[in-house]
């Protein structure tokens, strides 16, 4: 951004903030209150642009010098997604079989990959670790609630994941989440991991995302369940407990997947021993994210599980 640029910036701030200070302010108060304002405002601006030019710094040093020792891994055209369930997304029908959900919570799991495939995407994700450390590159963790794991997207996936979304959980969405709007727009992929010594558990909470992806990597370990207490709209996310039926516990298995809504509330239980890594894929819709922020409609939509209820009582 050229200097012109900021002033430009700059100028459309101080209108904003002017425009909004009470009439009967003093011309003293009113420049020492703007004058707060900006300063703050610029050591903000500072601070993000700094961040951003890390990052991309950070970033160009990967494309750059990073050279993947499975290349095969980076092309969804060589993943070993499960046969059957590329025929049923094919064929366009739901087969229970194939897709499984539990106890009617919205919550499906279905068997997505060779357990063989999951130790060489883990070996690769450790393998870029090793490679930030030996270059001294500090790692941006996946998101702020796990510290440890990586953002497949910074080091090449993130082709291979958008076909991921295109052709395995998007058509899985017009399936089973028929209220999400497509298109599946835009992701963040990423990997978590839980160990005795590392993050142990995830307190309950929802993600940023329409639709997540979750799949079970490895490797040998005990625990680590994944609950889930029943999908909330953003009116009820934080102010109502789970009822008995929406309650769940699932076990992980390498290899499988499970696909459930960005406002599943769901909590990592604790693993007992070794360790445990997750591929995690949230898949966001514009036009999805645009109808739920609707901030002039407080209503709460048929999807959400405190709805039922309240119409339940209603009668
Ligand atoms: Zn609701």
């Known amino acids: 951004m050229s200097e012109n640029e900021h002033d430009v910036e700059e100028q459309a ?13 003093s011309d003293e108060r009113r420049n020492t209150y703007v004058q707060n304002v900006l300063t703050s405002w610029r050591k903000h601006r500072t601070h993000s642009r700094d961040e951003l030019q890390s990052r991309e710094k950070y970033l160009s040093t990967i494309r750059q010098y990073f050279k993947s020792q499975s290349p095969e891994l980076y092309d969804f055209k060589q993943w070993p997604i499960n046969e059957n369930l590329l025929a049923m997304l094919a064929r366009g029908s739901l087969d229970s079989d194939i897709v499984n959900q539990i106890q009617s919570t919205g919550v499906y799991t279905f068997s997505f990959l060779p357990t063989t495939f999951c130790q060489t995407l883990i070996n690769e994700i450790a393998y870029f670790e090793q490679w930030c450390v030996d270059n001294g590159l500090e790692l941006y963790r996946p998101n702020s609630m796990n510290k440890y ?4 997207d910074h080091f090449g996936f ?29 992701h963040h992929g990423f990997i978590v991991e839980y160990a005795m010594d590392k993050d142990r558990k995830l307190d309950f909470h929802v993600d940023d995302a329409a639709v997540t992806l979750n799949v079970c990597l490895g490797t040998d370990f005990t625990g680590g369940q994944l609950y889930f207490g029943g999908v909330r ?3 009820h996310i ?13 076990e992980h298995q390498v290899g499988t997947a499970c696909i ?7 909590r990592a239980m604790p693993i007992t021993s070794g360790r445990r890594l997750n591929l995690i894929l949230w898949c966001r819709s514009a036009n999805f994210y645009a ?3 609707n901030h002039g409609n407080n209503t709460c ?14 009668i």
Request: glycine share 4%.
């Open 158 to 186: 993130d082709k291979c994941l958008n076909d991921i979304v295109n052709n395995i959980v998007e058509p899985l969405t017009r399936l089973v989440f028929t209220h999400v709007i497509p298109p599946l727009d835009s």
């Open 13 to 25: 701030f101080l209108e904003e903030v002017t425009a909004h200070l009470p009439s009967d302010w």
């Open 149 to 152: 794991g990586v953002i497949l």
């Open 301 to 314: 939509p048929t999807w959400c599980g405190f709805h039922q209820i309240e119409k339940k009582e209603d």
């Open 260 to 266: 459930h809504l960005g406002n599943h509330r769901h």
């Open 238 to 250: 934080s102010n109502t407990k789970p009822r008995t039926d929406e309650e769940i516990y699932l």
């Open 233 to 235: 709209c953003v009116s």
């Open 291 to 293: 109808v739920e922020n």
